[in-house]
């Protein structure tokens, strides 16, 4: 369940008010599917301001809430199921398609479609070109750009993801190329709000960095994923998993160094180590997933993915899912 949460915690980093609500125009050219999307935007939308609400009321461990997680879960597949669809049929829902409000309200629901990112990276190229159209907002493709580039253990680049939800949990900015001119690509993307305003928002401290301070935070990043990624294939093939582990911990917070061998391996010293974060596993292995890796069916036959497969079974479970949709959706990489 603590993974689950944790996806759900990702995909709220946009939720709210974020999304602003359009009078609908009657000279769109699909309005019923106008509604539909909008419909879909608003369920989506309630249901994630009372998961909010509950969370912050501390009751993430009772049943009622569990429940209502499950629930929220069902909505998003159905929501990227019915997406899928209507991709496949008309292409982006372009402002004139459906209007500007239910084209944002698209965007949002790819947006929380995190069990399926190869679905998510391929809505990119569509949107970037409505974008360029002047058929969809800039800052939603700013928006999912990150949001797939962080599910692939990528840096971003607009600094739109953060570890956190609105306060709910302690966090900071996932890894950003480029740091110090991260404020001009994000008005560029027609993102008002400041990079510090929005850090505050998130309930913690961020300052933008000088070019001379990007580049020595970038080089730091860089040697510390080198020492620690060093250190743990050493301790894994000692088969100390549990040491393997918490280096591998270190390492694969390095975004845009880490491989796709190092997910890999962090998932399976986690699970032969026994080790206390094993939610994270699910989320390592989704990354890997994500940049096409196809060795997901030989991985489930080992032994090595024993302990996760029974500590958190509902987590298998959906990564089993995440798997599926990817071989459905992986045409080529869209990134």
């Known amino acids: ?39 879909m935007r608003d369920e989506d939308q309630k249901n994630r301001i009372k998961w909010s609400k509950m969370y ?32 496949e049929q008309f292409g982006w829902p372009t402002k004139d398609l459906v209007g500007e409000g239910p084209s944002n309200s698209a965007w949002l629901i790819v947006q929380h479609a995190d069990r399926n990112p190869a679905f998510q990276a391929r809505c990119l190229p569509m949107l970037k070109e409505a974008v360029d159209k002047g058929q969809a907002n800039p800052s939603n493709y700013a928006y999912l750009y990150d949001r797939v580039a962080v599910s692939r253990g990528e840096k971003q680049l607009f600094a739109t993801q953060s570890s956190t939800n609105n306060g709910l949990t302690e966090g900071s900015f ?26 505050h928002s998130m309930d913690f401290e961020y300052q933008i960095p000088t070019e001379k301070e990007a580049v020595e935070r970038a080089e730091k990043l ?13 301790e894994f093939s000692k088969e100390n998993y549990l040491q393997a582990s918490d280096h591998y911990l270190k390492a694969t917070s390095a975004y845009g160094h880490v491989t796709t061998e190092d997910f890999v391996q962090a998932a399976q010293s986690l699970s032969l180590s026994k080790h206390d974060q094993i939610s994270l596993a699910t989320t390592f292995l989704t990354r890997a997933l994500a940049r096409g890796w196809d060795g997901f069916d030989d991985l489930a036959q080992s032994p090595t993915m024993d302990y996760l497969k029974s ?16 071989s459905i959706d992986w ?5």
Do not use: C
């Not at 993974?3 to 699909?30: C, D, F, G, T, W």
């Not at 009321?57 to 997680?69: A, E, H, I, S, W």
């Not at 996932?174 to 850090?199: F, H, K, L, T």
């Not at 500590?311 to 990817?326: F, H, K, N, T, Y």
């Open 222 to 234: 860089a040697k510390e994923y080198e020492s620690s990624v060093t250190l743990a294939k050493e």
């Open 331 to 335: 045409d080529k990489d869209y990134f």
């Open 311 to 326: 500590e958190l079974p509902g987590s298998w479970e959906d990564l089993q899912l995440v798997a599926e949709q990817i």
């Open 174 to 199: 996932y890894p950003i190329a480029d740091e110090s001119n991260v404020q001009i690509r994000r008005a560029e993307m027609g993102i008002d709000r400041s990079i510090v305003d929005y850090a």
């Open 1 to 39: 369940m603590k993974s689950v949460q944790r996806l759900l915690l990702m995909a709220m980093a946009i939720v709210l008010a974020s999304v602003p609500v359009y009078s609908q125009k009657a000279e769109v050219q699909e309005p019923e599917l106008a509604k539909e999307i909008k419909a």
């Open 56 to 87: 912050s009321q501390g009751k993430q461990d009772t049943k009622k809430f569990k429940d209502f997680t499950k629930e929220i879960i069902a909505v998003d597949r159905q929501n990227t199921s019915r997406m899928r669809e209507i991709v």
